[in-house]
């Protein structure tokens, strides 16, 4: 599972999750021996991360023996199917990494992780590594994916990745192991401005972040944040968590989605389309056609 670029306490108010009994989960006809993984839906188009092949279908590696993903496109058919799949098109070329994405209601912005081009350190192994960082494109009809930017705050020496747009476009949040962060990856979030112009990088609380992995964050659009951990208490080794971002309620704490939605596997990369009943994970859970594999959910309220 790429990070691609993974007490009882008295007069606590949780969010609770009343989930339906006809919640389903779906593998999809997509998947492979190889990664899918990070699945947006925009209007009719859904993006997803996976490996970039040779022509013989066979993942291809960087100069590390690293494999290297890329970001594609497709029309979602019937059941959450994913059909006429393809290789974004963008005015840039090479091999770059790209993948996990997030996308602004008009399609017009996409944020997604990608790699620096100079060494940084890497503050578990202490060694000089290309860490991960968070890019902006522009779609330009006729031209595909344009204007890469990288965004400001994103230094060599520290992770950023996993981004995800809030609904209204005013707040991406994202993941890093910034200094100020307690676990390998903590949560945080900035302000946008246009798509031009960022704020102050704030980490969430600890009521949110914990001393484990925090990745793959999600905001719906009744603005409840999901993310994934590795945290104490879940059901599997990565699994999906609920947060109100609504709430006035300081001590509101994470709640871990019920399974089918979890499973004794890794879950991760939550989304859920604008019905608030279906939507997309990924999983390397028991059965699975591949590594990281695509899921297709119905049924789901919370």
């Not at 919640?23 to 947006?40: E, M, P, Y």
């Not at 959450?80 to 996308?103: A, C, L, P, R, Y």
């Not at 999906?240 to 989605?257: A, F, G, K, M, W």
Request: charged fraction near 25%; charge should be negative; glycine fraction near 8%.
């Amino acid at each position: 599972m790429m990070l691609k670029i993974k007490t009882t306490l008295f007069f606590i108010s949780i969010l609770t999750l009343g989930f339906s009994q006809e919640v389903k989960v779906k593998n999809l006809s997509i998947n492979t021996k190889l990664d899918h993984f990070a699945a947006r839906v925009v209007g009719d188009t859904v993006y997803f991360s996976s490996n970039l092949v040779t022509r013989r279908g066979r993942a291809i590696k960087d100069n590390f023996s690293q494999e290297v993903f890329g970001v594609y496109e497709g029309v979602v058919g019937d059941n959450g199917e994913i059909e006429d799949v393809k290789v974004i098109e963008k005015t840039e070329t090479g091999q770059f990494n790209m993948s996990v994405t997030s996308h602004t209601k008009d399609g017009k912005y996409m944020y997604f992780t990608s790699n620096h081009d100079e060494k940084g350190k890497d503050n578990l192994k202490d060694m000089k590594m290309y860490n991960l960082l968070i890019k902006r494109a522009e779609y330009v009809e006729g031209q595909g994916w344009t204007n890469f930017t990288t965004l400001p705050f994103c230094v060599p020496d520290y992770n950023f990745a996993h981004p995800a747009i809030s609904p209204d476009g005013s707040t991406l949040y994202f993941i890093s192991d910034k200094e100020d962060s307690k676990g390998k990856s903590d949560l945080y979030k900035v302000s946008v401005s246009n798509h031009k112009s960022y704020g102050e990088v704030t980490r969430l609380g600890d009521h949110i972040n914990s001393s484990r992995t925090e990745f793959y964050p999600f905001v719906s659009s009744d603005n409840k944040l999901y993310f994934s951990s590795d945290r104490r208490g879940g059901i599997g080794g990565i699994d999906i968590y609920v947060y109100d971002l609504e709430t006035d309620n300081e001590e509101q704490i994470p709640v871990c989605l019920e399974e089918p939605i979890n499973s004794i596997g890794d879950d991760f990369s939550f989304f859920l389309n604008d019905d608030l009943t279906t939507g997309y994970l990924s999983s390397r859970r028991l059965r699975g056609e591949g590594r990281d594999d695509l899921y297709y959910f119905t049924g789901f309220s919370d």
